[in-house]
């Protein structure tokens, strides 16, 4: 069994800085592609940030520049680091991953999501 689990949510105000992180665990092999989205109330889920193992990073226009994403293949886990926070940025961020398990089934895993909000 794999899990995907997020945490470093919160309120920050605008201008601020935060650091979500994402960790795998379970039966896993190998992980390929492991990325960020979000989804703001009554709005579709949007990705915000993508690496593949020994890839460039890739990011979403609306957040090139003041966020950075990176991952610790060790510890099975990407972070996501937002500085310059908008209020716009305000929404539920999701990690997924993409997972080969030890028994080669291979998926998209998600998280449960952690609750961003940026406010005064």
């Known amino acids: 069994q794999v899990q995907v689990v997020e945490s470093g949510g919160g309120l920050v105000q605008p201008g601020g800085s935060l650091t979500l992180s994402c960790a795998a665990s379970?039966?896993?092999?190998?992980?390929?592609?492991m990325g960020w989205y979000r989804q703001a109330p009554g709005k579709q889920r949007e990705l915000v940030a993508v690496?593949?193992?020994?890839?460039?990073?890739n990011y979403s226009d609306s957040v090139k520049g003041r966020f950075t994403i990176s991952r610790d293949n060790a510890k099975k886990t990407v972070y996501l680091q937002m500085t310059s926070l908008k209020p716009e940025d305000t929404a539920v961020y999701y990690c997924?991953?993409?997972?080969?398990?030890?028994?080669?089934?291979?998926?998209?895993?998600w998280g449960q999501g952690t609750q961003v909000t940026v406010s005064s």
């Open positions: 997924n991953a993409g997972i080969e398990t030890i028994t080669t089934t291979r998926g998209v895993y």
């Open positions: 690496i593949a193992s020994g890839d460039t990073p």
């Open positions: 379970g039966s896993i092999f190998r992980i390929y592609a």
